[in-house]
């Protein structure tokens, strides 16, 4: 065992005699500055010496991109927030100074920005993360320019299975919500995207505001010095978000059925999707629903060793069960090894559907995937970047990191009567979409 897990390991365990003892599982302490302006910041004192993760985390994504024609702008501004501002104009110089690893990630729910650095950067870093969240500012031509290398992008994934794939999944399952359209965007949108400049202003001006984005700063650093510089560089952002009205999904009544072709070289892809739950560290049904996922399609599930390790008729089993900020999709997909098996793996996994609706999930199956569920999390905090990362998901559903330790309370107390009720409540044929990917000219 390397030292550094060996340490996390000892810290796990500390953390879970606390839990049991405080109810708390987060194992950091850490430090809340909230400005009059409604900008949030979390101070934790976690990770390696002399090193700091720096990770705004935007709670806009693909799903608020509720205007027809204008799909795209939320992945959009992940490469324009690299493009500088009047007082830092070449942002990649700026990092590289520093010796920093920075990037960004969107997806349904979320833009994420994030810097790994000497702590000794500290100061430097909030000036230059605050200046371009408030400051941002391009021309026409960059925006243009910009706007291409996502076309560009868009192109170059366009044929990759997997995105091909939940393309479609995506217009199969979902008729208004913004969950129908992946996080670069649909095409025609993308392709009109040069000549939405103004838009992209005005995009930025609404959801670039304190009041939607969290700071989370985790690392070796002084608590109360950067308390006082998150005040002296945000405290003059000024606010104004408004919460775009994203239309609801209406109950879906009916199983919806699929065959795409896909213009490549592919086995076949089972994708069999339910009408989930949104996101909640409280509602038990909720988190049933993603204890569910593992027990029934998960890799110590009985299926997976079924299909994937005894008989070997699928490359992989997958459970997609994570929840979205809104209600999404509860996902199993496989590939299949034999084309002329597709309709017998889906019937395996309509048996596993009804089994765990109608039976109790074996009790040794349920401890040990709640306890590896819990553990996972406290393992993974190895690093400043783990430990911001790991909040992520608690920031986006609910605007702080508190239900960290309320998504873990709610989780020990998961019985296996609340998986069947979850089985049975979201698992069902109403709100069922299959999706087959089969490559073009085969059966």
Partial sequence: ?????????????????????????????????????????????????????????????????????????????????????????DFDAVTASMGAARNAFTSNDMTVYYEVVASDYLEQVMDLESDRFMNLKYAEPDFRTEAGAVLGEYQQGALSPG????????????????????????????RAMPEGYDYSISFH????????????????????????????????????????????????????????????????????NYKGPAWSATDKLAVASEVLGAVAFGSNSDLYKKLVIEQRRVQYLFDGFGLD??????????????????RAVEGEIRATVARFQNELVDARLLTDTKSNMKYGFLMGLETAQNVAFSLIQYVINTGGIEAVNDYYRTLDTVTAEDVRAAAQRFLVDRGNTVVTMVQAGGE
């Fill in 205 to 272: 001006r609404r959801f670039y505001r304190p009041e939607n984005v969290v700071l989370v700063i985790a690392g070796d650093f002084d608590l109360e010095r950067a308390a006082t510089l998150v005040r002296q560089y945000y405290a003059r952002w000024e606010p104004g978000y408004t919460a775009p009205k994203v239309p609801a999904e209406p109950e879906q009544t009916a199983p919806r059925r699929q065959t795409v072709r896909y213009p490549g070289r592919t086995l076949p892809v089972l994708s069999v």
């Fill in 325 to 342: 900020r809104d209600p999404g999709l509860l996902a199993i997909q496989t590939m299949v090894i034999d084309p002329n098996d597709v």
């Fill in 1 to 89: 065992m390397k030292p550094m897990i060996g340490a996390m390991l000892l810290l796990a365990l500390a953390g879970s005699a606390m839990a049991q003892q405080n109810d708390e599982v987060f194992p950091f302490d850490y430090r809340l500055v909230e400005l009059e302006n409604g900008f949030k910041a979390y101070l934790i004192k976690a990770g390696a010496p002399g090193q700091i993760a720096y990770v705004s985390m935007v709670r806009t994504g693909s799903r608020d991109e509720v205007e027809p024609g204008k799909s795209g702008f939320a992945h959009f501004f992940e490469h324009m927030m690299f493009r500088g501002t009047e007082k830092y104009p």
């Fill in 163 to 190: 995105r091909f794939l939940d393309e479609k999944v995506r217009m199969t399952a979902f008729d208004r919500h913004t969950y129908r359209h992946t996080t670069i965007g649909f095409e025609a949108d993308v």
